[in-house]
């Protein structure tokens, strides 16, 4: 059974309905959660096959959540392939009235990406603004990412 850790960035708790919202789906379908509500590289393990499902607002103008800053900082220090055995989903959460609309899922991608990780599946976003209950939104996409991350195992 694999396990997959849930790692959550939010800095007003929205995102930790959201992040909270997957794991009985993912326990259902058989995988094992751990949710990390302070993500940290130090207690995670890099160095055999993972699988992250990330949650994270945005904030400031574009920035990541306060609790996510360290640990972006920690992956940013990574040699280039030092992520080869992470798989990951992607959900972000932001309000669509920002320019800068999703932008620390987005520079999450491109920074787990440049550190060779691989994404399953597309980028979820989920606009506050049509939808004020988040987590239904990431209710109904999860089943989604769960057939496109058994697809990606085969
Ligand atoms: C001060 C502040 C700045 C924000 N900046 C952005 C932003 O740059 N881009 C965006 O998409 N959303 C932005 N948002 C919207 C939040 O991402 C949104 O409210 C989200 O639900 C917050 O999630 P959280 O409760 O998990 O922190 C901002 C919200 C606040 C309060």
Known sequence: MSNIDILVGST????????EATQPILEKAGFTTEIHFIPNIEVLDVTSEQLWLIC??????GDYPDNF???????DQLDKQA???????????GDSNYDTYCYAAKKLDLLLIAKGASR???LFT??????????DKVIDWIPT???DLNNSAN
Not at 12 to 19: H, I, N, P, S
Not at 69 to 75: E, H, M, R
Not at 83 to 93: Q, S
């Open 12 to 19: 007003l708790g929205a995102t930790e309905y959201v992040a």
């Open 69 to 75: 800053k360290v640990f972006a900082n920690q992956i």
């Open 126 to 135: 989920i606009d506050v603004v049509e939808s004020p209950i988040p987590e």
């Open 145 to 147: 990412w769960i057939k």
């Open 120 to 122: 399953i599946g597309e």
């Open 83 to 93: 992520l080869t055995n992470i798989r990951f989903g992607l959900v972000g959460v």
């Open 56 to 61: 994270i607002s945005t904030h400031g103008a």
